[in-house]
Nanobody
Framework: QVQLVESGGRLVQAGDSLRLSCAAS????????MGWFRQAPGKERESVTA????????YLADSVKGRFTISRDNAKNTVYLQMNSLKPEDTAVYYC?????????????????WGQGTQVTVSS
């Protein structure tokens, strides 16, 4: 069982920056691909970004390219999402998830474990 705990979400203004963290409880964290997803009210959960186990491969959704960065610290069992130039349309609950089967995936069904989510609200 993997426990993931996100933190860092809050209310910010458009143009601000925010860093989300996701801490994993499992010692084998370094062997998992990790992803960040978000879900806005009334919308499906969507992939924002993902990172392979060693950070060598990264996926970024077109909507966040140039603004968001994913990174991981395997020594701390933590993955980060740095969000810059935030926009009101970035408002959502952000979830991190772990994938022990795929090197990198954008599909929700590929991820076995999920955090509880952290709310990010961007005001205009």
């Amino acid at each position: 069982q993997v426990q993931l705990v996100e933190s860092g979400g809050r209310l910010v203004q458009a143009g601000d920056s925010l860093r989300l963290s996701c801490a994993a409880s499992v010692g084998t964290f370094s062997s998992y691909a990790m992803g960040w997803f978000r879900q806005a009210p009334g919308k499906e959960r969507e992939s924002v970004t993902a990172i392979s186990w060693n950070g060598g491969t990264i996926y970024l959704a077109d909507s966040v390219k140039g603004r968001f960065t994913i990174s991981r610290d395997n020594a701390k069992n933590t993955v980060y999402l740095q969000m810059n130039s935030l926009k009101p349309e970035d408002t959502a609950v952000y979830y991190c998830a772990s994938d022990s089967h795929s090197p990198l995936s954008t599909r929700t069904w590929s991820y076995e474990y999920w955090g509880q989510g952290t709310q990010v609200t961007v005001s205009s």
